[in-house]
């Protein structure tokens, strides 16, 4: 037997999943579709083991989407089987939930409904009379509250029920007979809630004055930056604090004793001490410039990004369970539009600041392959992950601030532009935003732990191994010699369009691996603040790191991962040339502005001019 969780976005499905599979799940792709699904496994009261699979969230069984569709076929494939579906509703909106839970109950399959939220609705002054809804549906109705556990353990004691055959499994007969229109079904709907609800008149708390700010483009816009600033300063904050009190000295006081020692013991020279232990300087391990296996290759994963990604999950997660992102989403519809997407591809946006590999498959938020194309494309050139941005802090902060708001504006100046551009120019528009916007919640500290340690642990098995070949890659070429006759190759290219010396080479081609290590290589170069900087926007924009090309491969597929491939190098080469030019004062800034509008204007109206062709012939053919 298997049990599927069924219900509307948004209403804690994922948490009640939680809650009966624990940490240790699977995450797949519905056959011959990018949309995901998770599963895993719980213990009933009797101790044999179920399947407990989540289904993508619906609003109904009239298919309007991919995910949807996807669910839909996962529920068909129940219909001749002996498994269970536990229909999880937000009790504070009943009535909007119940026309899937009617839509169910038609198709005649076993089921317990599950009225998530129940905390919620005594702060609502919503009163939901749960024994006569249960008699009036006719299947098992259990009040839960996902985030504390309540009702978890009489929700699996319901599903025992049904499996041992001690409860009835079949819905009211009246809902089985025939199938209700739409009209029908929200009358039952309204006759059902007048019997079952009622609601206590309150004012509005703090809370939803809140909410309902957050939405609104005034509040809304000023919220969002308080909470952007807030949250990159608190993983600043974290993340720095880890660094300096524990894991710094750790390495000292640990690591650099054992790696010496195992240093001297392979005699201090020889290629295998160059790959394990690195160079040494000043006869001291660097842990940041050695390109040891044993010495950079664990410190820049663990000591110096981890604590950054750490840090960054449990704000994100913690926004993501408050309900925020969500609000984030509507409040920037608009501006995504304008760059062929709709609102919900800021998440993969906020997502990619803490590592790109899960923002690249969260692009499967999106419909339409066109809007997957410009959400990877732009993601890929304008939103540096968070171990790339602790290096880029770390390397360019001591000379000021101003030079990292310079290549953070640069960025942001390429992420618009290659939106508002791919927009202009590809065929087809962006869909509508249809999304369910929760109330604010307060986090569970055990649910918003399991989810961080989720994502942190899935970081170190993506990051560690590509850190390790990385470093041992580079190295190979330093000792062969390769990397002097790349840096000859390239230099005069190097030098004349971005200032930078032929050993940035290194850097480059790091940056097909990981971008982190890449900028952390720029340090034994003595480069200057101005070459930096312009190193600094290359690597970020002109080519994704080694996993999260191969995730985007196989989001975008072949044809696709090309094309966005060479915009990133024409844009991020010409990005680089166009800084260094300006940071040089070869060239003043309003030129190179006055010369991007022009360019934008030109694409603009070339692409006008091409649709209303298209338009003509259109019109004539009919």
């Keep these: 037997m298997k049990i599927?969780?069924?219900?509307?976005?948004?209403?804690?499905?994922?948490?009640?999943?939680?809650?009966?599979?624990?940490?240790q799940v699977i995450i797949s792709n519905y056959g011959g579709t990018t949309v995901e699904f998770t599963k895993g496994s719980t213990k009933l009261r009797n101790g044999e083991i179920r399947e407990v699979i989540d289904a993508p969230g619906t609003y109904s069984l009239d298919v309007s989407c991919k995910a949807e569709e996807v669910a839909v076929d996962m529920l068909e494939g129940l219909l001749d089987k002996e498994d269970i579906i536990v229909n999880v509703v937000d009790s504070t909106h009943l009535e909007r939930n119940l026309y899937l839970t009617l839509q169910l109950l038609?198709?005649?399959?076993?089921m317990v409904v599950a009225l998530n939220l129940w905390d919620e609705t005594k702060h609502r002054g919503i009163s939901?009379?749960?024994?006569?809804?249960?008699?009036?549906l006719g299947v098992p109705v259990v009040p839960t509250n996902a985030l504390t556990g309540e009702g978890i353990d009489v929700l699996l004691d319901r599903i025992s029920d049904l499996e041992n055959g001690e409860i009835s499994a079949s819905p009211t007969a009246k809902y089985r007979e025939k199938k209700l229109s739409a009209d029908e079904r929200w009358s039952e709907i309204g006759k059902i809630i007048a019997k079952v609800q009622t609601i206590c008149q309150r004012r509005h708390t703090l809370r939803e004055r809140l909410e309902d700010a957050s939405i609104r483009p005034v509040g809304g816009l000023i919220m969002a930056a308080i909470t952007m600033y807030l949250s990159f300063n608190l993983v600043v904050f974290l993340g720095e604090g880890l660094i300096d009190f524990i894991l710094d000295p750790f390495f000292e006081g640990v690591v650099r004793p054992l790696v010496t020692q195992i240093g001297l013991a392979l005699g201090s020279q020889g290629l295998l001490h160059d790959l394990l232990i690195g160079y040494l300087f000043h006869g001291e391990i660097d842990f940041e410039m050695s390109m040891g296996l044993l010495t950079t290759g664990i410190y820049i994963p663990i000591a110096m990004v981890l604590p950054y990604i750490f840090a960054f999950y449990i704000v994100l997660s913690t926004l993501e369970d408050v309900g925020y992102l969500p609000r984030l989403a509507v409040l920037v519809d608009n501006l995504m539009h304008a760059l062929g997407m709709h609102g919900y591809a800021i998440i993969p946006m906020v997502l990619g600041f803490g590592c790109t590999v899960p923002a690249a498959m969260a692009t499967r938020v999106l419909e339409s392959r066109r809007e997957k194309f410009i959400c990877a494309t732009m993601l890929s050139i304008g939103v540096p992950c968070m171990s790339q941005t602790a290096m880029v802090v770390g390397l360019i902060g001591r000379f000021g601030w101003q030079y990292i708001a310079i290549i953070y504006g640069v960025l942001f100046v390429?992420?618009?532009?290659?939106?508002?551009?791919?927009?202009?120019?590809?065929?087809?528009s962006s869909m509508p935003l249809v999304a369910e916007i929760p109330p604010y919640r307060f986090p569970h500290p055990a649910i918003l732990g399991k989810k961080v340690w989720m994502r942190v642990r899935a970081f170190l098995a993506e990051a560690v191994p590509y850190v390790l070949l990385g470093v041992l890659f580079i190295n190979l070429l330093f000792v062969s010699g390769f990397i002097d006759l790349l840096g000859e190759i390239f230099a005069p290219f190097?030098?004349?369009?971005?200032?930078?010396?032929?050993?940035?080479?290194?850097?480059?081609?790091?940056?097909?691996?990981r971008k982190d290590v890449a900028v952390g290589m720029l340090s034994p170069l003595g480069l200057s603040v101005q070459q930096l900087v312009v190193a600094a926007i290359v690597l970020t924009a002109y080519f994704p790191c080694a996993a999260t090309f191969i995730v985007l491969l196989r989001e975008l597929g072949p044809i696709d991962m090309l094309k966005s491939t060479l915009i990133m190098l024409i844009v991020s080469f010409g990005a680089g040339g166009l800084t260094n030019l300006v940071l040089a004062k070869m060239v003043p800034a309003q030129y190179i502005i006055i010369g991007i509008l022009v360019l934008i204007a030109l694409v603009y109206s070339s692409a006008r001019a091409v649709r209303a062709m298209k338009s003509r012939r259109e019109d004539l053919t009919l």
Excluded: H, Y
Aim: aromatic fraction near 8%; hydrophobic fraction near 55%.
């Design 106 to 110: 038609e198709k005649g399959i076993p």
């Design 414 to 428: 390429m992420w618009l532009l290659v939106g508002f551009v791919l927009n202009t120019i590809l065929p087809g």
């Design 494 to 513: 190097l030098s004349g369009l971005f200032g930078l010396p032929p050993e940035a080479i290194a850097a480059l081609l790091m940056g097909f691996l």
């Design 128 to 136: 939901i009379d749960v024994a006569q809804l249960q008699n009036i």
């Design 4 to 23: 599927l969780l069924f219900g509307n976005p948004n209403v804690g499905k994922s948490a009640v999943f939680s809650r009966l599979t624990g940490t």
